[in-house]
């Protein structure tokens, strides 16, 4: 506890030596007075020292930084370093510099500390506190307790540079870090060598928590915590070290993680199976009655509609928004049955003439009436008389009781029909087409009244009430009410008895819209009759909204409200008008008639408090009322006009008064006590309205402005950063002498952190996000859209009117602002207003507040809990909510807006889930760009009722999509399943403007753009300005999606430019569109740096149809105007264009919901990259092109299989003497029929392939490349042939003289078996008579035999190398030259550097890297020549002189293959030491082939050879006809060999053939076995195999395949035995064939004599293709005499089987080596490929295809150290990747002079422009595990070292062998797809 105690006593202990310090410049004077009283106490410290601190002190040096503190530091170490070695220095002198030294520190550092304290900075002043007091300071005296030397002077200095640099870097990446540092400094730090004791570091500990004071980060304290009773330093030390790495996250607070599963698992518990179906809206509906006249009628119109099925309340939203037939044309339905699906069309489109929507069928039977009385014209007179009978003449009963469907009872039987979803949207819709709305619906087949509340919910109105006497200036605005919780007075207008001259629905539109538009219908609207079934006791309402104009009707929003009928019928409606009614307006008819009832009505409405205005239809004059609030008017021959403004002006008056105002929602308790159903009380509906209240009041509780900073934390500050984070990734750059891949390492880390701190404020869930999830989790469907909806109602609610306030002050502000930029007072604009508006735009921004924000930080919770390892089946769940509601039809967000951000993993997961749930189904997405409030969302949701917000305050942000489904009539038409509506913010948006780059802007559209199959292009009005902005920043999409391949189509969408009816004036505007596009594309080419000249050279573009002119939105001034019905029109011919559009289309371009998730990543990915173009990655493409290389390889392998089986055949026939001549058409017919086979595959992959779209731009590639590789093998197979009979040739002709001398032998060997026939002679003695006379032949065929031709291949080569090299005194180099001497490659004497310029030499020395690749080059042209003289020995060929030449001219081809760009090369000295080497080694094995040769040809030797095959012959003549089974085993004998050779040869073929089948590694294409060859290696952990595979990846590449070969053949299964068991049955087989054959010809051959000749030509030519066996060798027993053929065949059968017993055997022990040709060859061969290497890091190119077409690319680039490169100058190695540097600005030297910046290293040249790198700064973890694990091997090959910028980061350190090879386990990592960051 002594530093504690200290600590607390510190500024008081300090105080006096404070004061004194004050009068010498920092108050030594008080330390004095202090040590005096601690003199006594304190006994280790030194009394002379303290005497001396007695005395005064020189002025001490004032300090501030750490770094002055150093400086000081170093000047006392050079002081007593000066003075210890000054000549004639002495002890005291030394002392006195230690106390000047000591003194000074002391000072130095209280000055630095009290300047610390002052600034507030706590940690640094702990930092410099532990390291002084570790030193000896005391806090309380604020000096040292003894003097300081040299070293702790040196110990102090380093040890405060070194931690203050530390720091301060981790300070800049996290505080928590940087804290963690000083902690563990403080625990560890100490000058002695041994370590702290427990109780020190206990004493250390409570110091630093007392200094504090708390003030540790959350973390720190919970770490504290952690261990604050354990005891245990190791464990914290260990905590805080791993907190400093980075590397505490992976195992920080296990049981936080573990309360994050629970809290899910609470969140998202497992649904309980239900016995209960999910309950319908209709459930409630009674049963249909039947029994009623009415209902009947009900049915007969529900089935001549079309509609019984969807009866009751059946037909949901689906039906409404799915696209069908009729969205593909603008026609009249032609039966009644299509009267619904148009009205729907109609009213989706917002056209109001939907309205007047009937069929007039030609089999209605009032059609036949018609036509019926056309067809008696011609039997009746055409008389006046006639005319007038007609006249008179009823019409007939059918013509009436058969006419057209009631435009009403269409509209009702619809809305009968609809759920509450669908009548919601059908009342949004009519209500925007300022239609009247039902509020009371009596159900037909029921006696019950409906009040549709929450059909009307959704309803949104905007009005302006100006103030008393047309005062604008106290006018009250309303932007966007929703108008059911609007408080309104309601006029209510009803009917007594019946009228055929008034119709109070024409007196209620011509008080709404002067009879401008029919907000109700009426009798004369057209398409009405005279029977309408429906519309009685229905009550419609209206509502009028001001528009704050002096010629408004009303000032104040009014609801009208029509009873449809005779109110004396409809008791209920009337009652419940009467309560809700300001006003009450009664139309009377037939007054002096009216029956009890009426007068009743009507004396209940004059008794009532309302004001009642009386209309009298048959009166003209009425005397005036003696009560003001009942009113009569006369109507009958009444002017319009007049009648209106009397009717108008009586209303007004009425309202003015305190008349109640009533909202919808306070209608509901009345319409309860009428026993109405009302929708909203049913269960699922009250449900949800409960639980939203709830959560709304979650919101509630906080101020408006900080809900989304206290409920919704993740989606704000800690998002905005890792989104600058994530995009610095793209951006990288050094950073203090930080290598790339520490930067972005640490970016990485930094992302990290920044998730787990969001994670630590999602969870535990605020009840808020709990009770959310927690409903749309366990609700169904129908609930959750009740709830959604009621959300956005209370959410509406919440934020509206504080939204109108901030916006009213946005719009004064920024009119303030404009005005002074007039002025140009620019200045104070920008300090003055700009600030304040910024704010203003911050809090509007933090203020809106819906359900899009609910659902992006659900979004932003799954991204955290990706930080999790430990992955749970509940985090689908929160992905599968947003799919749900796409599904039902909601929109996603798909880019934040505030962020301008897409959250990739999200997204991604969301498509996952659509997939999972809809299957992986095909998508046309259409997306939509223009100008801020130009109309594009409205659009959208005219042309596919989409719920996009549409108002100009509160725009789309971001991006959002929507699913739209496809008709199944349609699916197949349009080729798509669904249509995905894309939806953006506006360009040059008010928000954006302000405070972000305009290239946002230019993000947006190329985002939209290149993820739409089609975009259309909104532009507003005819503003050129914003027309060339927007045109600017689409142009350049079109122009960047060109040029990465892609083809987008764009429609051109020209609002509000009027009714364009001139076609001039039509193609004038078209013609200046063409020309501002051709313009813009000029200027965009020249951004994107490409040379084109028209719009239409980037995209398919047409003037002439691609350009929409659209009228105005609406028809008159809002908010009464009704949209154009125009308009509606333009919408329905864009939408059929943009349908009919995509029927034309390739279906290449329309992609499934996997390959879009894609599409969005390989966008996005590359938009934040700065060079698009350059950074898009296809992934669709690539999948589907690794998915051909596959296929690809399978067809070569059958074409390269049966090859290889001609070759087989067509070797043993040349052998055979059988072939002597081979031509190209031969060998073509040979392949042709699997060639054709091949085609044909080809073929149909390309065009039956679900993605033949795509592919088909590799077809005619692909197909040359197959043709080429037919064409090489068969010239290989031809080539190979030619060489095989030229040998045989050359053979024969050496052949010729020994074949003579052997028929000589032969001759002899017969006659004299036949002196010996018939004796019996044992085999002794026959043998004895054969040696005695073969003795005598051969010495006289030694005498004969010319003596052969010897060479001196030393000479030859002496003179080859003499006259190549001409080289004075070379002729005694050669002599001198050491035989047996091996050739190791000398760097002084063997390897010069290139020249600069000619003149001087490269300064740079020569690195290991550079020798090591010289000498890979030796390696390799060491090894060609071996392999090329090997093949000679096994050819058996004589030695020649252009042997020596082919050696020569292989060194100087392996001189050349030096890099251009390399720093060095060989010199002359090592060709002709190489060329010596290779000489003289390649002469003792030329002579060991030329004595061979000699030695095979010499007749002596030949004949030896033969001798026991000669006395075989010798002894079946002998014999005669029972010589059978010798003639058997002899011919046996001459087979085994051959079979031998063709059993491994087919076996050879036959395993790579099973392995390219079975074997994983080889069952792909190149991609997947480089992947496999990654695995082998870190499975291994074998540096040496890595080094072999960095410095030659193709030699490793066949050791790899030679590795698995002989691991699969010699595993211990036998399989190899099998394999050449397999192959000796087959060709066993063939020979018993042959053998059975060649007896059966010879047996029915009774002409022949020489039956055993005979049989041994046919047995021969039977097997001429199956072994090497030629006719020649079997002279010696053709003229045997045997007789018995059917036993000859037996014996051949038995002396088979034993040689088949025996060879099997054989192979029972049998290795790889008996194999001629090896069948990793074959592999080797077929996978062979690309061998390319990238010119920066040396990866191999990974395609499959040898001279591919296209740029070279490959999976994983790796670190440049791999290849030994290191940073200029240095010794540094460089850990970079090619594809992180390619993003950034450094510059890499080319030529050994250029200097070129990585991102344009194309410039360079090949080979670096051949190569295509993407951009890609999360490199794989496999590299980084070997780097980090053999970090000294590669120290030690390369000689540099892994620091300063080539230090490895800490992260690398921690990845594991395990992580390492899940990685290369990862199929997508063996597809070759690099997965979305």
């Known amino acids: 506890m002594a530093l504690q105690d200290k600590t607390r006593k510190g500024d008081a202990n300090a105080q006096p030596q404070a004061e004194e310090l004050e009068k010498e410049g920092l108050g030594a004077g008080h330390c004095l007075a202090k040590l005096r009283k601690i003199k006594d106490k304190v006994s280790s410290i030194s009394v002379e020292w303290i005497q001396q601190a007695m005395l005064p002190l020189p002025r001490p040096p004032k300090v501030s930084e750490l770094g002055e503190l150093i400086k000081t530091l170093q000047q006392m170490k050079e002081h007593i370093h000066a003075v210890t070695y000054a000549p004639g220095s002495s002890d005291s002198d030394l002392h006195e510099a230690k106390k000047k030294a000591t003194q000074t520190s002391s000072l130095a550092i209280y000055s630095l500390l009290r300047s610390l304290k002052q600034q507030a900075q706590k940690d640094m002043e702990l930092l410099v506190l532990l390291i002084a007091t570790s030193t000896g300071y005391q806090v309380e005296s604020s000096t040292f307790q003894h003097l300081l030397g040299h070293p702790e002077i040196q110990y102090m200095a380093k040890e405060m540079e070194v931690a203050h640099e530390e720091y301060v870097n981790l300070k800049e990446q996290d505080a928590d870090r940087a804290e963690a540092f000083v902690l563990l400094t403080g625990l560890t730090v100490t000058i002695e060598s041994q370590e702290l004791s427990l109780w020190q570091k206990r004493d250390r500990l409570d110091f630093m928590e007392d200094h504090m004071k708390g003030s540790w980060s959350p973390r720190i304290k919970n770490l504290l915590q952690k261990h604050s009773g354990d005891g245990d330093w190791e464990r914290l030390e260990q905590d805080l070290s791993s907190l400093i790495s980075g590397c505490l996250d992976e195992k920080w607070d296990e049981q936080r993680m573990q309360n994050i599963l629970t809290d899910l698992e609470d969140t998202f518990p497992t649904p309980e199976p239900s016995s209960e179906s999910q309950s319908k809206t209709g459930s409630r509906q009674s049963k249909v009655n039947e029994a009623t006249s009415k209902s009947r009628k009900f049915l007969q119109l529900l089935k001549r509609l079309g509609l019984e099925s969807h009866y009751p309340r059946k037909?949901?939203?689906?039906?409404?928004?799915?696209?069908?037939?009729?969205?593909?044309?603008?026609?009249?339905?032609?039966?009644?049955?299509?009267?619904?699906?148009?009205?729907?069309?109609?009213?989706?489109?917002?056209?109001?003439?939907?309205?007047?929507?009937?069929?007039?069928?030609?089999?209605?039977?009032?059609?036949?009436?018609?036509?019926?009385?056309?067809?008696?014209?011609?039997?009746?007179?055409?008389?006046?008389?006639?005319?007038?009978?007609?006249?008179?003449?009823?019409?007939?009963?059918?013509?009436?009781?058969?006419?057209?469907?009631?435009?009403?009872?269409?509209?009702?039987?619809?809305?009968?029909?609809?759920?509450?979803?669908?009548?919601?949207?059908?009342?949004?819709?009519?209500?925007?087409?300022?239609?009247?709305?039902?509020?009371?619906?009596?159900?037909?087949?029921?006696?019950?009244?409906?009040?549709?509340?929450?059909?009307?919910?959704?309803?949104?109105?905007?009005?302006?009430?100006?103030?008393?006497?047309?005062?604008?200036?106290?006018?009250?605005?309303?932007?966007?009410?929703?108008?059911?919780?609007?408080?309104?007075?309601?006029?209510?207008?009803?009917?007594?008895?019946?009228?055929?001259?008034?119709?109070?629905?024409?007196?209620?539109?011509?008080?709404?819209?002067?009879?401008?538009?029919?907000?109700?219908?009426?009798?004369?609207?057209?398409?009405?009759?005279?029977?309408?079934?429906?519309?009685?006791?229905?009550?419609?309402?209206?509502?009028?909204?001001?528009?704050?104009?002096?010629?408004?009707?009303?000032?104040?929003?009014?609801?009208?409200?029509?009873?449809?009928?005779?109110?004396?019928?409809?008791?209920?409606?009337?009652?419940?008008?009467?309560?809700?009614?300001?006003?009450?307006?009664?139309?009377?008819?037939?007054?002096?008639?009216?029956?009890?009832?009426?007068?009743?009505?009507?004396?209940?409405?004059?008794?009532?408090?309302?004001?009642?205005?009386?209309?009298?239809?048959?009166?003209?004059?009425?005397?005036?009322?003696?009560?003001?609030?009942?009113?009569?008017?006369?109507?009958?021959?009444?002017?319009?006009?007049?009648?209106?403004?009397?009717?108008?002006?009586?209303?007004?008056?009425?309202?003015?008064?305190?008349?109640?105002?009533?909202?919808?929602?306070?209608?509901?308790?009345?319409?309860?006590?009428?026993?109405?159903?009302?929708?909203?009380?049913?269960?699922?509906?009250?449900?949800?309205?409960?639980?939203?209240?709830?959560?709304?009041?979650?919101?509630?509780?906080?101020?408006?402005?900080?809900?989304?900073?206290?409920?919704?934390?993740?989606?704000?500050?800690?998002?905005?950063?890792?989104?600058?984070?994530?995009?610095?990734?793209?951006?990288?750059?050094?950073?203090?002498?930080?290598?790339?891949?520490?930067?972005?390492?640490?970016?990485?880390?930094?992302?990290?952190?920044?998730?787990?701190?969001?994670?630590?404020?999602?969870?535990?869930?605020?009840?808020?996000?709990?009770?959310?999830?927690?409903?749309?989790?366990?609700?169904?469907?129908?609930?959750?859209?009740?709830?959604?909806?009621?959300?956005?109602?209370?959410?509406?609610?919440?934020?509206?009117?504080?939204?109108?306030?901030?916006?009213?002050?946005?719009?004064?502000?920024?009119?303030?602002?404009?005005?002074?930029?007039?002025?140009?007072?620019?200045?104070?604009?920008?300090?003055?207003?700009?600030?304040?508006?910024?704010?203003?735009?911050?809090?509007?921004?933090?203020?809106?507040?819906?359900?899009?924000?609910?659902?992006?930080?659900?979004?932003?919770?799954?991204?955290?809990?990706?930080?999790?390892?430990?992955?749970?089946?509940?985090?689908?769940?929160?992905?599968?909510?947003?799919?749900?509601?796409?599904?039902?039809?909601?929109?996603?967000?798909?880019?934040?807006?505030?962020?301008?951000?897409?959250?990739?993993?999200?997204?991604?997961?969301?498509?996952?889930?659509?997939?999972?749930?809809?299957?992986?189904?095909?998508?046309?997405?259409?997306?939509?760009?223009?100008?801020?409030?130009?109309?594009?969302?409205?659009?959208?949701?005219?042309?596919?009722?989409?719920?996009?917000?549409?108002?100009?305050?509160?725009?789309?942000?971001?991006?959002?999509?929507?699913?739209?489904?496809?008709?199944?009539?349609?699916?197949?038409?349009?080729?798509?399943?669904?249509?995905?509506?894309?939806?953006?913010?506006?360009?040059?948006?008010?928000?954006?403007?302000?405070?972000?780059?305009?290239?946002?802007?230019?993000?947006?559209?190329?985002?939209?753009?290149?993820?739409?199959?089609?975009?259309?292009?909104?532009?507003?009005?005819?503003?050129?300005?914003?027309?060339?902005?927007?045109?600017?920043?689409?142009?350049?999409?079109?122009?960047?999606?060109?040029?990465?391949?892609?083809?987008?189509?764009?429609?051109?969408?020209?609002?509000?430019?009027?009714?364009?009816?001139?076609?001039?004036?039509?193609?004038?505007?078209?013609?200046?569109?063409?020309?501002?596009?051709?313009?813009?594309?000029?200027?965009?080419?020249?951004?994107?740096?490409?040379?084109?000249?028209?719009?239409?050279?980037?995209?398919?573009?047409?003037?002439?149809?691609?350009?929409?002119?659209?009228?105005?939105?609406?028809?008159?001034?809002?908010?009464?105007?009704?949209?154009?019905?125009?308009?509606?029109?333009?919408?329905?011919?864009?939408?059929?264009?943009?349908?009919?559009?995509?029927?034309?289309?390739?279906?290449?371009?329309?992609?499934?919901?996997?390959?879009?998730?894609?599409?969005?990543?390989?966008?996005?990915?590359?938009?934040?990259?700065?060079?698009?173009?350059?950074?898009?990655?296809?992934?669709?493409?690539?999948?589907?092109?690794?998915?051909?290389?596959?296929?690809?390889?399978?067809?070569?392998?059958?074409?390269?299989?049966?090859?290889?089986?001609?070759?087989?055949?067509?070797?043993?026939?040349?052998?055979?003497?059988?072939?002597?001549?081979?031509?190209?058409?031969?060998?073509?017919?040979?392949?042709?029929?699997?060639?054709?086979?091949?085609?044909?595959?080809?073929?149909?992959?390309?065009?039956?392939d679900k993605d033949c779209e795509i592919l088909v731009q590799w077809k005619s590639s692909t197909e040359l490349k197959l043709k080429e590789l037919k064409e090489s093998l068969l010239n290989e197979m031809k080539k190979k042939c030619e060489n095989l009979i030229e040998l045989q040739k050359e053979q024969r002709k050496l052949d010729t003289r020994k074949l003579q001398y052997e028929d000589e032998l032969l001759r002899r060997s017969k006659e004299l078996a036949v002196t010996l026939k018939g004796k019996s002679l044992s085999e002794r003695e026959l043998k004895d008579k054969f040696t005695f006379v073969w003795n005598k032949w051969i010495a006289n065929v030694s005498r004969a035999a010319p003596p052969p031709e010897r060479v001196d291949i030393n000479a030859d080569i002496e003179d080859v190398l003499l006259e190549y090299f001409r080289e004075p005194g070379f002729h005694e180099r050669i002599r001198s030259f050491p035989k047996g001497r091996q050739f190791s490659l000398d760097i002084e004497k063997h390897i010069m550097k290139k020249k600069y310029f000619v003149i001087i030499s490269d300064p740079r020395s020569i690195s290991n890297a550079d020798v090591i690749n010289l000498q890979h080059i030796t390696d390799n042209i060491i090894a060609s020549v071996m392999a090329s003289i090997e093949k000679k020995e096994q050819e058996k060929r004589d030695y020649s002189r252009s042997f020596i030449h082919e050696i020569l001219n292989e060194v100087q081809e392996g001189v050349n293959s030096v890099p251009s760009n390399a720093k060095c090369t060989f010199n002359r000295e090592y060709s002709i030491d190489l060329s010596l080497y290779l000489c003289k080694m390649a002469a003792e094995r030329f002579k060991a082939m030329h004595e061979a040769f000699l030695k095979a040809n010499d007749p002596v030797v030949y004949l030896s050879s033969k001798r026991e095959d000669f006395f075989q012959c010798f002894q079946i003549s002998c014999q005669g006809a029972t010589s059978i089974t010798t003639f058997a085993v002899f011919l046996c004998d001459k087979i085994e060999a051959a079979l031998h050779r063709a059993v491994y040869e087919r076996t050879a073929k036959d395993i790579a053939e099973d392995m390219q089948g079975k074997f994983p590694d080889f069952q792909g294409n190149r991609a997947n076995l480089e992947v496999c060859i990654l695995r082998y290696l870190a499975e291994e952990e074998n540096f040496e195999y890595f080094k072999s595979y960095l410095m030659r990846p193709k030699e490793f590449f066949y050791k790899y395949i030679a590795k698995q070969v002989q691991s699969y053949c010699l595993d211990g299964s036998r399989r190899l035995e099998n394999f050449l068991s397999s192959s000796l049955n087959l060709l066993y087989g063939n020979i018993l064939s042959a053998v059975s054959l060649s007896t059966q010809i010879v047996k029915d051959r009774k002409d022949r004599e020489d039956k055993i000749s005979l049989w041994l030509d046919e047995f021969c030519r039977q097997l001429t293709e199956v072994i090497n066996l030629p006719r020649s060798d079997l002279k010696g027993i053709e003229h045997q005499e045997v007789t018995d053929i059917e036993f000859l065949s037996s014996a051949m059968a038995e002396v088979l089987d034993d040689l088949r017993d025996r060879l099997k055997k054989e192979f029972a022990d049998a290795d790889m080596s008996s194999f001629s040709r090896q069948p990793h060859t074959i592999l080797a061969e077929h996978f062979s490929g690309c061998w390319e290497q990238c010119p920066f890091c040396g990866a191999v190119c990974t395609n499959t295809m040898q001279g591919h077409d296209g740029d070279h690319q490959l999976i994983i680039h790796r670190p440049r150290a791999l290849m030994g490169t290191m940073w200029d100058g240095t010794d540094h190695l460089v850990i970079d990747i090619c594809s992180s540097l390619v993003t950034t600005n450094l510059k890499f030297k080319f030529d050994n002079s250029k200097w070129i910046r990585y991102k344009r290293y194309r410039d360079a040249g090949p080979p670096f422009s051949t190569w295509k790198i993407l951009p890609d700064p999360s490199m794989r973890v496999y590299w980084k595990w070997f780097v980090s694990h053999f970090r000294t091997q590669l120290e030690a090959l390369y000689n540099g070292k892994f620091k300063e910028k080539g230090e490895i980061p800490e992260v690398w350190r921690r990845v594991t062998k395990k992580e390492a090879l899940s990685e290369c386990h990862d199929p997508l990592t063996q597809a070759g797809i690099v997965m979305l960051r």
């Open 315 to 1248: 037909m949901g939203v689906g039906d409404f928004h799915t696209i069908n037939k009729t969205s593909l044309q603008d026609s009249q339905p032609s039966k009644d049955t299509e009267l619904p699906c148009y009205f729907l069309q109609k009213l989706l489109t917002v056209d109001y003439q939907v309205r007047y929507l009937t069929c007039w069928d030609d089999s209605n039977p009032g059609f036949a009436f018609l036509s019926q009385t056309r067809e008696q014209e011609d039997q009746h007179s055409d008389s006046f008389k006639n005319f007038l009978d007609d006249l008179k003449e009823a019409a007939p009963e059918h013509a009436s009781r058969h006419s057209h469907v009631h435009p009403m009872d269409l509209q009702m039987a619809i809305f009968h029909c609809a759920d509450d979803f669908l009548r919601q949207t059908l009342a949004t819709k009519l209500a925007f087409c300022q239609l009247a709305l039902p509020l009371l619906v009596p159900n037909p087949c029921t006696s019950h009244i409906e009040f549709p509340l929450y059909a009307l919910s959704q309803i949104q109105r905007s009005w302006k009430e100006a103030g008393k006497s047309g005062n604008l200036s106290g006018a009250k605005s309303y932007n966007n009410k929703l108008i059911f919780q609007a408080q309104t007075p309601i006029v209510s207008f009803i009917r007594i008895g019946s009228s055929a001259s008034s119709s109070k629905s024409q007196l209620l539109n011509a008080l709404l819209s002067r009879r401008k538009h029919e907000t109700f219908f009426h009798r004369h609207c057209r398409g009405s009759t005279r029977d309408h079934l429906l519309m009685e006791g229905v009550v419609e309402i209206a509502w009028y909204c001001p528009r704050g104009s002096p010629d408004d009707t009303f000032e104040c929003c009014v609801a009208f409200c029509n009873l449809h009928g005779d109110a004396r019928d409809h008791g209920a409606q009337l009652q419940f008008l009467q309560e809700i009614s300001a006003v009450n307006v009664a139309l009377v008819s037939d007054l002096e008639h009216m029956d009890s009832r009426g007068e009743k009505l009507l004396q209940g409405l004059w008794e009532s408090q309302r004001p009642l205005v009386c209309l009298l239809t048959e009166k003209e004059n009425v005397a005036a009322g003696r009560s003001s609030k009942n009113i009569t008017i006369g109507m009958k021959n009444r002017n319009e006009a007049e009648l209106m403004d009397q009717l108008t002006k009586i209303l007004s008056n009425l309202l003015e008064g305190s008349n109640p105002h009533f909202s919808l929602v306070a209608c509901v308790d009345k319409a309860r006590q009428h026993g109405f159903v009302v929708d909203v009380d049913q269960p699922t509906c009250a449900i949800a309205k409960a639980k939203a209240k709830e959560l709304v009041n979650f919101l509630k509780k906080e101020k408006l402005s900080e809900i989304k900073s206290q409920l919704l934390p993740l989606q704000g500050k800690l998002w905005y950063q890792w989104c600058k984070k994530d995009k610095e990734l793209t951006r990288l750059q050094e950073k203090r002498n930080k290598s790339i891949e520490h930067h972005c390492s640490q970016i990485e880390y930094e992302k990290k952190s920044i998730r787990r701190k969001q994670l630590e404020q999602a969870f535990p869930l605020n009840p808020l996000m709990k009770s959310f999830l927690f409903f749309l989790h366990t609700q169904p469907a129908d609930t959750k859209k009740y709830f959604l909806q009621w959300m956005k109602v209370f959410m509406d609610e919440l934020s509206c009117s504080r939204l109108e306030e901030l916006r009213r002050d946005y719009h004064e502000l920024w009119s303030q602002i404009l005005a002074q930029k007039k002025s140009q007072e620019k200045t104070r604009v920008k300090s003055d207003l700009l600030s304040p508006l910024y704010d203003l735009s911050d809090e509007i921004n933090n203020s809106s507040i819906g359900l899009e924000h609910l659902l992006r930080e659900v979004g932003q919770i799954y991204e955290a809990l990706q930080l999790m390892k430990t992955k749970n089946d509940k985090f689908s769940k929160l992905p599968e909510i947003a799919a749900e509601l796409m599904v039902l039809g909601y929109p996603v967000e798909l880019m934040d807006g505030d962020a301008s951000y897409l959250p990739l993993r999200w997204v991604g997961a969301i498509f996952d889930s659509l997939i999972e749930r809809l299957g992986d189904k095909r998508v046309f997405v259409l997306s939509v760009l223009g100008i801020q409030s130009t109309g594009k969302s409205t659009l959208l949701n005219a042309m596919f009722g989409l719920q996009f917000n549409v108002s100009a305050g509160r725009c789309t942000r971001g991006a959002f999509m929507q699913l739209i489904p496809v008709g199944q009539e349609l699916q197949q038409d349009l080729g798509f399943d669904f249509v995905l509506v894309v939806d953006t913010e506006g360009l040059h948006a008010i928000k954006t403007t302000n405070k972000q780059s305009l290239n946002h802007d230019n993000e947006l559209a190329t985002f939209v753009i290149g993820v739409g199959n089609m975009t259309v292009i909104n532009i507003f009005g005819e503003n050129p300005s914003e027309m060339q902005d927007v045109l600017q920043i689409a142009v350049q999409a079109f122009l960047r999606m060109k040029k990465v391949n892609l083809s987008p189509s764009c429609l051109f969408v020209h609002q509000n430019v009027g009714e364009a009816t001139a076609k001039e004036q039509n193609m004038e505007g078209r013609r200046l569109l063409q020309e501002k596009l051709d313009e813009m594309t000029v200027v965009a080419a020249q951004q994107e740096f490409c040379d084109i000249s028209s719009f239409s050279n980037v995209i398919g573009f047409d003037v002439r149809t691609h350009i929409h002119y659209f009228s105005h939105l609406w028809e008159g001034n809002p908010p009464m105007a009704p949209p154009n019905p125009t308009y509606s029109q333009n919408v329905q011919q864009l939408k059929s264009k943009i349908l009919q559009a995509v029927q034309k289309q390739s279906h290449r371009s329309i992609l499934r919901l996997s390959s879009l998730k894609d599409r969005i990543g390989d966008l996005w990915n590359a938009l934040l990259n700065e060079n698009f173009v350059f950074s898009f990655k296809n992934s669709l493409e690539i999948a589907v092109y690794r998915k051909l290389e596959s296929a690809f390889s399978q067809w070569t392998w059958r074409l390269r299989s049966h090859i290889l089986d001609i070759q087989m055949r067509l070797d043993n026939k040349i052998r055979n003497g059988d072939l002597q001549n081979v031509t190209r058409k031969q060998l073509e017919g040979l392949v042709q029929e699997t060639s054709d086979a091949i085609e044909k595959d080809v073929e149909k992959y390309f065009g039956e």
